[in-house]
């Protein structure tokens, strides 16, 4: 009688759910919804009905496979392609009687700041100002009540911008702790699977149950580093006031006064709260940007080889007057965006080029990594070299600064704008990503500035702290 109930209880919410999802249609923040099939999500007789998140409606970006709805990417070559299979992190919001509401829209494969670069169209606002990308839907979903959780990924800042552009949490967890089984690859060392949610509380009971080994995934986090990391994190006094850094290089030019404003009051509200406040260096911040646009287009150029029309992706209906069907199938498959991106990549790993670029771009890599290292109390459990793995007593536990420069652009703007500008949108989401560290953006208020056409309480803080230590960005995440 009581399962009986559940369901009903479960097909009732997701009834309303869907009039909702109707009704904010012209926003975009879908791209396959299952309103006629729905019910028949929720009524798996091995979820755990005990479960936190059972019956919690999830929306799945469109780059990560379900089985029971397409995956397209946003791409119009994939807009027949079908899953066989779910993602690691689908069947485990399955196993515990989550209901999968959609697939969220996105930039193509992940490849833009603003989802605009979508096949199906731009996610839109109901301000008009950008959803920020490239997991505009999944945000969107998530702060018109659509759903409660959405999932996205982030290469260099794609949960965290959209987060902050509509107000709400968004959690990029370390470098392989969540499993990117069933993720599609845009660029393997920086892609990371996230979560997004209005409730603070509800991304951490997500992270938790996605928080595990999986041997399908060989990015995955082993069982001994974990327990080392476990190990490491148990001998931090715990007693101790918490020290926040503030990184002297963020402090750009190109800063809002809004966001200005509120990265001091939030800085204030965390010194009221018994923490204290350290200015620290990170000098390789203003290489970061141009290190990831050469890195990540590099991978992104050998992943998306296979989308020929022949091993993946959907033939072009008129053939090709030279009779070259791979190109002539990226051509109509493929958005202007992402064959952007293969081209530049294509270039810095050529032999002329892997040098000057791809090399000299690892090399940055590395040394933003040590920049982090540097300031942060906690060693690396990763590093090599003994001065990361020393504990520092000077060092700070979290670095706080803003998750973007400005408040959201009007959309009009953004399509107006060069690609070149819009690389710019992610300049302090960027060094977080390269080395691998776990960031959230958290929706803050200011109280005073000038009047803005956009809304000013959408401005997200950004909370970083060393690699493993993700509880500690949640908690601190929860204080703001």
């Not at 552009?165 to 599609?184: D, E, I, T």
């Not at 939030?266 to 970061?288: C, D, R």
């Not at 982090?372 to 060092?395: H, I, M, Q, W």
């Not at 997200?460 to 703001?480: K, R």
Request: hydrophobic share 35%.
């Amino acid at each position: 009688m009581r399962k009986v109930t559940l369901v009903r209880t479960r097909v009732a919410r997701f009834s309303r759910s869907s009039r909702l999802l109707r009704d904010v249609t012209s926003l975009n923040a879908f791209i396959h919804e299952p309103i006629a099939t729905g019910p028949s999500r929720v009524n798996s007789s091995d979820a755990d009905s005990n479960s936190a998140l059972h019956g919690t409606s999830v929306g799945i970006k469109d780059n990560i496979c379900t089985k029971d709805l397409p995956t397209t990417c946003g791409s119009w070559g994939l807009r027949d392609y079908s899953s066989s299979y779910d993602a690691t992190v689908v069947s485990k919001l399955r196993d515990v009687g989550a209901v999968i509401a959609g697939k969220t829209n996105l930039d193509e494969f992940g490849m833009g700041s603003h989802s605009v670069h979508s096949a199906f169209g731009p996610v839109k606002t109901t301000q008009g100002h950008s959803a920020g990308g490239s997991s505009g839907g999944s945000a969107m979903a998530v702060a018109t009540g659509q759903v409660q959780i959405a999932l996205g990924t982030d290469t260099g800042g794609s949960i965290r911008l959209p987060s902050a552009y509509n107000g709400v949490f968004g959690f990029k967890p370390s470098y392989g702790r969540l499993s990117r089984c069933g993720v599609v690859a845009y660029a393997n060392s920086l892609d990371t699977v996230g979560i997004l949610a209005k409730d603070i509380g509800v991304v951490r009971k997500t992270y938790a149950q996605l928080d595990c080994v999986d041997v399908m995934d060989p990015t995955s986090l082993s069982p001994s580093t974990r327990s080392r990391l476990a190990r490491m994190i148990g001998k931090r006094d715990d007693r101790k006031k918490l020290r926040f850094g503030v990184p002297k290089e963020y402090n750009i030019e190109e800063l809002s006064l809004e966001v200005r404003i509120a990265w001091s009051q939030t800085l204030n509200k965390l010194k009221e709260a018994g923490g204290s406040i350290h200015t620290v260096s990170l000098p390789t911040t203003s290489q970061a940007l141009s290190a990831y646009y050469v890195l990540a287009p590099a991978e992104a150029s050998s992943n998306l080889a296979k989308y020929d029309s022949v091993r993946y992706g959907s033939r072009p209906e008129v053939e090709s007057a030279n009779g070259l069907l791979f190109s002539n199938a990226r051509r109509h498959g493929l958005g202007e965006e992402v064959r952007r991106r293969i081209l530049l990549g294509s270039y810095s790993l050529s032999a002329e080029a892997i040098d000057n670029y791809f090399i000299q771009a690892q090399k940055v890599r590395r040394l933003v990594q040590r920049d982090f290292d540097r300031v942060f109390s906690l060693p690396n459990v990763l590093a090599n070299d003994a001065e990361a793995l020393e504990a520092k007593a000077t060092g700070v536990d979290a670095i706080i600064c803003p998750t973007a420069p400005t408040l959201p652009p009007m959309l009009d703007e953004v399509l107006a704008r060069s690609s070149i500008d819009a690389y710019a949108d992610d300049v302090f989401t960027v060094p977080a990503s390269l080395a691998g560290l776990p960031a959230i953006s958290v929706p803050v208020h200011h109280d005073h500035g000038p009047a803005h056409e956009n809304d000013s309480s959408q401005i997200g803080m950004q909370v970083i702290t060393q690699y493993g230590d993700d509880e500690l960005a949640l908690s601190i995440a929860d204080m703001m």
